[in-house]
């Protein structure tokens, strides 16, 4: 009798590795001129300290940064509240997300006014986390993330994210991130 072998990787974390794929895909396709950061390369910078040190730009909503945000990022909704902090065109500045799609949009309307040392975190917040990374809120450390609805939420290691309010005020339906 023939018995199918037993999976070495668990079919969870094959399906959130294809699925990481996809997103990376759709984000590089839909922005492609748009610069990227990994997750390793920020993480580096800031603990060199090398200066300049850049902006980190939070491009979620209040309710996702209110669960946790990257240390001293600036949450920005839209490019008008980017560019009401005064930012220097040449500062470096990084912005992320949920998963990158929303903060590839404001990199590149940043770049069309002439910012020229932007990035987009490749991964944003949900790679950030997934690799047990420095998370705040309200100053202290949060190791939760807003998983901005169920469905995007399974981008998230287990326990990592948040529960959605039941009301649906924290859920959110709309597609693009």
Not at 8 to 18: D, E, G, H, N
Not at 32 to 38: A, F
Not at 157 to 169: Q, T, V, Y
Request: hydrophobic share 40%.
């Amino acid at each position: 009798m023939f018995s199918m072998p037993t999976p070495t990787v668990p079919l969870r974390t094959l399906a959130q590795a294809l699925a990481w794929w996809a997103v990376s895909r759709w984000v590089q396709r839909a922005f492609p001129g748009v610069p990227t950061l990994t997750t390793q390369q920020l993480a580096e910078w800031l603990s060199q300290g090398r200066a300049p040190f850049p902006i980190l730009l939070d491009v979620r909503g209040d309710d996702e940064f209110a669960v946790s945000h990257l240390p001293e990022a600036h949450r920005v909704a839209s490019l008008e509240a980017a560019l009401a902090l005064g930012l220097d065109r040449g500062q470096p500045i990084v912005a992320y997300c949920s998963v990158g799609y929303r903060s590839a949009r404001l990199v590149n309307q940043l770049q069309g006014l002439g910012y020229t040392e932007v990035y987009n975190l490749a991964g944003s917040i949900f790679k950030w986390a997934n690799e047990g990374r420095s998370l705040v809120s309200q100053s202290q450390p949060e190791p939760q993330v807003h998983p901005y609805n169920a469905i995007w939420g399974v981008l998230l290691k287990p326990g990592l994210a948040s529960p959605l309010a039941r009301d649906g005020e924290q859920s959110r339906d709309d597609s693009v991130l």
